[in-house]
């Protein structure tokens, strides 16, 4: 089974690290100004900027 790669507001936070919003269909694409957050295992992932954003680990974005 995977390991989960994007996160919503709310969810719990898996590993420590930094974490950065994405668009939630079009990842690729980046977005203009995105939030990155410090967190670590156990916290809870903050609110986006906009309800069609996900949190995707700042390490395995490529």
Avoid: C
């Amino acid at each position: 089974m995977g390991e989960w790669t994007h996160f919503n507001a709310g969810d719990h936070v898996p590993n420590d690290g930094e974490y950065m919003e994405i668009g939630e269909n079009a990842f690729h694409m980046g977005i203009n100004n995105p939030k990155i957050v410090t967190l670590k295992k156990g916290d809870v992932f903050p609110e986006t900027s906009n309800h069609n954003r996900k949190w995707h680990h700042k390490r395995l974005r490529q």
